[in-house]
């Protein structure tokens, strides 16, 4: 095995659509399958962006992003999005997606979704050609249904993990395991 | 929802178990969730540690760790690793796993999984409490079986993702979504 397709080991990892807003107003989103939480309390979410593009120069100059987990209900959406239009044409339309208007930042959210994390920028690190984009969780949108035991209810969802190029998992079932 | 619970909404995501071992030798494994692939070529992969612990302080002092993906043939025994022993006992076999030996670094691998990554350690970033641990995967082990078209074998190895507290899910089927 080649050591640049080690990532083809760490897997399913979630798939995380992300929805910026440019400061001309208009609106992007774009899946992301290299992602983190990075710290619980405070809440910061980590995504890694592969270059300069719309995800990260919007949320730069905005200081805006929404993080929305993708799951079995809009999966062929949230895919699709990884479409790259110009700049000023509106890629939710374009993958039958719809905005949501925000809590607390400007950045819109994705109606499709049952959950919404709206996130300030805080910081950004290089690695090697790509960037970790670094944000708070400043508010969560959740629509009824969406929460099991606390946490998103992917029993009732299915919640969206990447494999590799077009394989995905769909997450529908916990297996309990005792800790100490 | 409490923003800090953002994290059981990001879910499931991939567990990996850590080794290393200090400067003195003795072994050290611990379970991660926190944890993304950062970059494909050249590969470099992050583990999100939650302060100077084990992990972190042999890998910064060592410069080695291995990374092996959680399956459901050891997944009571991965998950056990999270246990802490003082330094100088060894929590392999306290937790009923095996070192076995990396081919490019010293710090062991995990003879039960299917899959070590070794990585020699690259940087770190401090993101609030949390250290983001950086590293280049530099060799791959991996078992007969465990890989197919070029990924690992999910369907017979059954990947082990992280919920939140005892809730973790298997995930052992492919789903494919077109892409353009």
Known sequence: MDNTDYYKTIAPRPTLC??????????NIAPYSFATPLMMDPPIIGIVAGGEKDTLLNARETGDFVVAPLTSDWINEGVRSEVELPR?????????????????????????????????????FRIAGNF??????????????????????????????????????????VARIERD
Do not use: M, W
Request: aromatic letters at 4%.
């Open 88 to 124: 000023g044409e509106s890629e939710f339309e374009e993958v039958g997606l719809t905005e949501s208007e925000s809590q607390k930042i400007a950045a819109p959210g994705v109606k499709e979704a049952p959950i919404n994390l709206e996130c300030k920028y805080r910081d950004e």
């Open 132 to 173: 970790l984009l670094v944000g708070d969780v400043v508010h969560i949108t959740v629509k009824k249904g969406a929460l099991k035991k606390g946490r998103i209810n992917l029993e009732e969802l299915g919640t969206v993990g990447h494999v590799c190029g077009e394989e995905f998992c769909v997450a529908n079932e």
């Open 18 to 27: 992300v929805s910026t807003t440019s400061k001309e107003g208009s609106s």
